[in-house]
C-alpha cells in the first residue's frame, strides 16, 4: 500500500506543478480562463468515455450510475468540483502563484470541518493541532512574497470552500463498499457534466462580453485557431491526467491526506518559482517551511500509530484498514 501510494505521488506531482506553471502562462497570454476551464472538462469527459468504450470493447461492460443516485452524490461533487477549478484558474488572472497558494492553503480547515460533519474523521486535538501548523507554516512560507490584491484573494478563498466539499463528498463516494465509482476513470467520466453546469453561466455572466470568433482564437494578439485549439487541448490532457491521479490518491487514501499531497505539492511548486525566479527565501519564510513540514510528519505519525493500534484490537480487519490508509 505504502509502495502503491507513492508510486501514484510521483505521477501526481509532475502532473500537478506542470499544469499550475502551464495554466498561469496560458492564462497570462490568453485572458479568458473560464472558456479554458470549460474546454477542459469538455476534454476530459472525451477522454474518460472513449478509454471506457475501449476498455469495455475489449474487456466487460463497466457500471452505470442511476441519475437518482447522480443527483444525490455526484451532481454536488460536480458543481463544487467546477466552481474549485475554475475560480481557481480565473484568480490566477489577478494574483501570483505564490498568494494563490497562501490563501488555497485554507482548504485544508474547510476539508477537516467537512470530514468531521460527514464524520469521515473524529475529532482529536491532534488533528487541530497538525491542521493548524500546515495552515499557519504555509502562511508564512509565502508571506510577503507578493501583493494583495482582494478580488483574487476572494476567488481564491471561494475555491478552497468549494475543495473541502468537493473531496470529503468524494471520499465519501468512492471509499463505500460496493459503489460503483470507485474506479477513477468511472468518477471522471460521471462528474464532467456536472462540472459544465456551473461554468456556462459563469462564461456568460463574466466573458461574455469579450467573446467573439477573433478573441477566442486569438493567443497573444494574433488570430491562430490551431494554437489556440493544440494549447487548450495540452492542458486538457494535463488535467485529465491529474485529475486520474488525484482520484486514485483519494480512493487509497483520504480528503485530508490527498490535501497534505496538495500541500507538498504547492511548497514544491513555490521552492521552484524561487529558483526560476531567482528570489530569496526569509527566515520567516524558512520558518514557515519548517512549521508546514512539521505538520504534515506529525500528521503522517499518528495515522500510522492509530493503523497499527486498530490492527492490534481487530487483527481480522487488517487488510481493509490496510485498504483505507489515510
Not at 502532473?15 to 472558456?35: A, E, V
Not at 485544508?108 to 473524529?122: H, K, M, P, T, Y
Not at 505539492?265 to 525566479?277: G, R, S, Y
Request: hydrophobic share 50%; glycine share 6%; aromatic share 10%.
Amino acid at each position: 500500500m505504502v509502495l502503491r501510494i507513492a508510486l501514484i505521488a510521483m505521477l501526481y506531482y509532475p502532473l500537478s506543478i506542470g499544469l499550475t506553471f502551464y495554466q498561469k502562462w496560458f492564462i497570462k497570454n490568453y485572458k479568458l480562463p473560464l472558456l479554458v476551464v470549460s474546454g477542459h472538462y469538455i476534454l476530459k469527459y472525451l477522454f474518460a468515455i472513449i478509454i471506457r468504450f475501449i476498455y469495455e470493447c475489449i474487456r466487460a461492460p463497466r457500471m452505470r450510475v442511476p441519475i437518482r443516485d447522480q443527483l444525490r452524490w455526484l451532481a454536488p461533487i460536480g458543481i463544487c468540483a467546477s466552481m474549485d477549478i475554475g475560480l481557481s484558474n480565473w484568480a490566477l488572472e489577478y494574483v501570483t502563484v505564490s498568494l494563490y497558494t497562501m490563501a488555497k492553503s485554507s482548504s485544508i480547515l474547510f476539508i477537516v470541518a467537512f470530514s468531521l460533519l460527514l464524520r469521515l474523521e473524529r475529532w482529536r486535538n491532534s488533528l487541530g493541532f497538525e491542521t493548524g501548523l500546515i495552515a499557519a507554516g504555509l502562511f508564512l512560507f509565502t508571506w510577503k512574497s507578493s501583493q494583495l490584491d482582494l478580488t483574487g484573494l476572494l476567488l481564491v478563498e471561494l475555491a478552497a470552500a468549494c475543495t473541502g466539499i468537493r473531496w470529503t463528498v468524494s471520499q465519501l463516494v468512492m471509499q463505500q463498499d460496493g459503489s460503483a465509482v470507485r474506479h477513477p476513470l468511472d468518477m471522471v467520466a460521471h462528474v464532467q457534466p456536472w462540472m459544465m453546469i456551473p461554468i456556462i453561466p459563469m462564461i456568460w455572466l463574466f466573458e461574455g462580453a469579450e467573446i467573439n470568433l477573433n478573441s477566442v482564437f486569438s493567443f497573444q494578439g494574433h488570430y491562430d485557431p490551431w494554437l489556440v485549439l493544440g494549447l487548450i487541448a495540452g492542458g486538457g490532457l494535463l488535467a485529465f491526467c491529474m485529475e486520474m491521479s488525484e482520484y486514485l490518491l483519494l480512493v487509497n487514501t483520504s480528503g485530508i491526506t490527498l490535501n497534505i499531497f496538495g500541500i507538498v505539492k504547492e511548497v514544491a511548486t513555490l521552492l521552484l518559482a524561487h529558483l526560476i525566479n531567482k528570489d530569496k527565501l526569509s527566515e520567516l519564510n524558512i520558518c514557515g517551511l519548517v512549521l508546514c513540514l512539521s505538520g504534515m510528519l506529525l500528521h503522517g505519525m499518528n495515522k500510522r500509530r492509530q493503523r497499527m493500534s486498530r490492527s492490534l484490537v481487530d487483527p481480522d480487519h487488517q487488510y481493509s484498514l490496510l485498504s483505507k490508509t489515510v
